[in-house]
């Protein structure tokens, strides 16, 4: 921890609830009406050392050039956004709309997106466009089920879905029922 870091905390608990109310605020972009002065200065502090951490060795902390500003706009620090800002940005970012209110985790998700580590773009829909699908409910006991799972992993399916399907066209078509076992094909 830096001597920048360990100041500003001393500092956290000379301060009022409503000073610390505003400090969070400020320091990990969300509201909080919590009175619990413990909770918000380790809070406070979690958030500044995490931020601390992040940033390069702690000679150029507090150093941002404005080459670096003016080579990257729109690229302010996500912690001093706003929700409706984040929201906006998560729109830009990710592709597609969001209805979370939790900053912490659309400030997660955009950092996530601008790495490639999640998938950008409209959700892809698996239903179809005029079909409705319904969803039938099986229950068996949990060894089979392992066992299910271990045989079709061994015959090479993709998921216990694949597996059901297969088996259930093989009986249809067995059992005289050629349309409907077709039909379990074209779904595969």
């Known amino acids: 921890m830096n001597k920048t870091t ?3 905390i001393e500092k956290l608990s000379a301060m009022k609830v409503n000073e610390l109310q505003a ?4 320091v990990t972009g969300e509201t909080t009406r919590s009175p619990n ?8 502090t979690e958030a500044m050392q995490a931020t601390r951490a992040k940033e390069p060795a702690a000679d150029c902390a507090e150093v941002e050039t404005t080459a670096e500003t003016e080579a990257a706009p729109g690229r302010e620090k996500l912690t001093k956004l706003d929700v409706l800002t984040l929201q906006a940005r998560y729109l830009e970012v990710v592709g597609r709309p969001t209805s979370s209110s939790n900053a912490a985790y659309l400030r997660w998700k955009i950092t996530q997106a601008q790495k490639g580590r999640i ?41 216990r879905m694949d597996l059901f ?14 349309a409907v076992a077709v039909m379990l094909a074209a779904e595969a």
């Open 37 to 44: 002065k413990t909770f918000l200065i380790r809070r406070i």
């Open 6 to 8: 360990k100041k500003a």
């Open 119 to 159: 998938p950008v773009g409209p959700r892809k829909s698996p239903h179809r466009e005029g079909v409705t699908f319904k969803v039938l409910p099986l229950r068996m006991e949990s060894d089979l089920v392992d066992k299910l799972d271990e045989a079709w992993r061994r015959q090479g399916l993709h998921s």
């Open 23 to 26: 400090k969070f605020a400020e």
């Open 165 to 178: 399907r297969k088996s259930l066209q093989a009986f249809l078509a067995s059992a005289g029922e050629a």
